[in-house]
């Protein structure tokens, strides 16, 4: 069943399953995850500073307090905290700016990730082309990130094995759903999302001083959805590379939660974004490509469900392949001005 071990700050600990209300969410797009949950009559009697959650004696969540409240009144006692896993200090320490001269992503895993306990990494061993700038008021997590979709042109996330994988590749579980199939995961409800407003099909852009946006990028998978929204950027003064990554993160943010899937399923559906997933329905049809970009399990009626979001598979794997004619040139007798 459902529990919670609590640590407090004189190193007591506390095991309850008087549980009230839980909410556990792991996204692609953050390295930490979240966890909110209440319990009843119970009081710790002082400042709580870590949790671990268990199903059926499996940890899916362990990481410091963020919030604690304790409220008694007409209703008894309960308690309510707030925590986020240990990728979360990720998240909350603020980059120092700096200029890097054509860093590798193994430069910035030993400057940003390391030190915090990252393992390692996958990725490619390509090198910044330039300067790649730290800019002030960003996290560290956000240096890596830029770098990732910029310049190596994959969306990254942390892995249960505590590993930055930038390889732009899904992990290798798959996740079945099928009412019929034993062994497969249930569902009772499966929605289907289709957003265009806001997909920048093409990029207008200026790479030169004599104010002409000469050249533009298309969008391969805005283009197979017939979506010519465009957007014009000036970037005459940016390196080759800082084009690409202006580029490459547009067209990337944009498509961002444009198709998903929505599954509600009654079971505990264990796995985490990057899985692949594969979905089928009572007709026999079949959904694939798909990769898990969420999950959450939600305490209702004293039963843990699950809700996993899945988006396409070319929405992690990075802008690169689905960019054409990047710094194509348009002669001036069309270019806009």
């Known amino acids: 069943m459902l529990k919670l071990i609590l640590t407090g700050l004189d190193g007591r600990s506390w095991e309850t399953e008087k549980i009230k209300q839980l909410e ?126 910029g310049v190596l042109g994959v969306m990254p996330r942390i892995t249960e094995d505590n590993l930055l994988d930038a390889s732009g590749l899904p992990a290798e579980r798959l996740i079945l759903f099928d009412n019929r199939e034993p062994g497969t995961y249930r569902y009772t409800s499966m929605t289907e999302r289709y957003r265009r407003s806001g997909v920048i099909g093409e990029i207008a852009y200026r790479s030169e001083s004599d104010g002409a946006y000469s050249y533009r990028a298309v969008n391969r998978t805005a283009a197979e959805r017939k979506i010519t929204a465009r957007q014009v950027v000036g970037l005459a003064d940016a390196a080759d590379w800082e084009k690409n990554a202006v580029i490459g993160r547009r067209f990337m943010a944009s498509e961002q939660g444009s198709r998903e899937l929505a599954l509600r399923s009654p079971q505990f559906v264990r796995c985490r974004p990057g899985d692949r997933a594969r979905i089928k329905e009572a007709g026999g049809a079949e959904y694939v490509g798909w990769i898990v970009y969420e999950i959450r399990y939600i305490l209702s009626g004293g039963a843990v469900i699950s809700r996993v979001t899945l988006r396409p598979e070319d929405e992690i794997r990075g802008w690169l392949e689905d960019v054409a004619d990047t710094a194509a040139f348009i002669p001036k007798s069309t270019a806009r001005k």
Do not use: H, M
């Open 24 to 149: 556990y969410s792991d996204r692609f797009d953050t390295p930490a995850q979240s966890l909110i949950a209440q319990t009843a009559a119970f009081r710790p009697g002082g400042e709580l500073i870590r949790v671990r959650a268990e199903y059926g004696g499996e940890v899916f969540f362990e990481g410091p307090i963020d919030e604690q409240e304790w409220t008694a009144d007409g209703r008894g006692e309960r308690l309510e905290i707030s925590a986020r896993s240990g990728a979360a200090v990720l998240l909350d320490n603020e980059a120092i700016p700096a200029r890097y001269n054509c860093p590798s992503l193994d430069d910035l895993y030993q400057l940003y990730l390391k030190p915090y306990g990252i393992r390692g990494y996958i990725g490619s061993g390509s090198r910044c082309g330039a300067w790649f700038p730290v800019q002030s008021g960003i996290s560290e997590w956000e240096v890596v990130r830029n770098f990732c979709v």
